[in-house]
C-alpha cells in the first residue's frame, strides 16, 4: 500500500517561504507523477501543480511565479516550495500520487497524503 | 481555466437512500473527470477517475456516469460511512480544477 506523509513548519511569517516535504512509502518516486493541493480552512481543493519523476513541472498560473516543487528519488521524497506567502496562502497541504493515463496522457491522482495544516501569521 | 459545478451543493439522505450528484464543466472534458469523498478531517479519498472507473479498493455502490460536461456520482445505497463530502475534478485542461463540493448529511 503506497503511503505519503507531509512534514514541515506548521507556522510561516508572512513574505517568507513556506518549504513542505511529501515522503512516499511502499512505491517509489522514479516513476508516475507527484503533485501537491491545498484547501484553505473550511473551503474547497485547489491544485497547485505536479512534477514527473523525469523532472518536467505543470504549474497553477495562479501561483506559478512563486511556486516550485521538486523530486529527489534518491530520498523517494518531493517538495514544494511557495515564495512571498500572505495570510491568504493558510491553508491546510496535500501531496498525491499521480498515475499516467492509459495513454500515457490525462493522468489522475490516486493516494493522497493526510494533509498539513500550514497557517501564515507574524 | 474550466469551471466545475456541482450540484447540490448539499443534501440530507437516510441510509439505504439512492444518491446523485451531478457535476458540469464550463468547457468540454471528455471523461477525463474524477471523483473524491472527503470526511472532516481527513484527506479526500480518489473514488472514480475516467467518469466511470472504480479506484481500487471501492464499494461497488459507488458509480459515475457522464461525457463532454455533464456527469454524474451516484450511490446506490447510502452507508452511514458514506456520509461525507464529495469532489469533482476534471483533468483535460490545465490548471486541473475542482468542484466546489457537495456535502452528503444525515436526514
Known amino acids: 500500500q503506497v503511503q505519503l506523509q507531509e512534514s514541515g513548519p506548521g507556522l510561516v511569517k508572512p513574505s517568507e517561504t513556506l518549504s513542505l516535504t511529501c515522503t512516499v512509502s511502499?512505491?517509489?518516486?522514479?516513476?508516475?507523477?507527484w503533485s501537491w493541493i491545498r484547501q484553505p480552512p473550511g473551503k474547497g481543493l485547489e491544485w497547485i501543480g505536479h512534477i514527473y519523476y523525469r523532472g518536467s513541472t505543470n504549474y497553477n498560473p495562479s501561483l506559478k511565479s512563486r511556486v516550485t516543487i521538486s523530486v529527489d528519488t534518491s530520498k523517494n521524497q518531493f517538495s514544494l516550495k511557495v515564495n512571498s506567502v500572505t495570510a491568504a496562502d493558510t491553508a491546510v497541504y496535500y501531496c498525491?500520487?499521480?498515475?499516467?493515463?492509459?495513454?500515457?496522457?490525462?493522468?489522475?491522482?490516486?493516494?493522497w497524503g493526510q494533509g498539513t495544516l500550514v497557517t501564515v501569521s507574524s | 481555466d474550466i469551471q466545475m459545478t456541482q450540484s447540490p451543493s448539499s443534501l440530507s439522505a437516510s441510509v439505504g437512500d439512492r444518491v446523485t450528484i451531478t457535476c458540469r464543466a464550463s468547457?468540454?472534458?471528455?471523461?477525463?473527470l474524477a471523483w473524491f469523498q472527503q470526511k472532516p478531517g481527513k484527506a479526500p479519498r480518489s473514488l472514480i477517475y475516467a467518469a466511470s472507473s472504480l479506484q481500487s479498493g471501492v464499494p461497488s455502490n459507488f458509480s459515475g456516469s457522464g461525457s463532454g460536461t455533464d456527469f454524474t456520482l451516484t450511490i446506490s445505497s447510502l452507508q452511514p460511512e458514506d456520509f461525507a463530502t464529495y469532489y469533482c475534478?476534471?483533468?483535460?485542461?490545465?490548471?486541473?480544477?475542482f468542484g466546489q463540493g457537495t456535502k452528503v448529511e444525515i436526514k
Open positions: 511502499g512505491g517509489s518516486t522514479s516513476s508516475y507523477y
Open positions: 475534478q476534471q483533468y483535460h485542461t490545465y490548471p486541473w480544477t
Open positions: 498525491a500520487r499521480v498515475l499516467p493515463g492509459s495513454s500515457g496522457y490525462y493522468p489522475y491522482f490516486d493516494y
Open positions: 468547457q468540454y472534458i471528455s471523461t477525463y
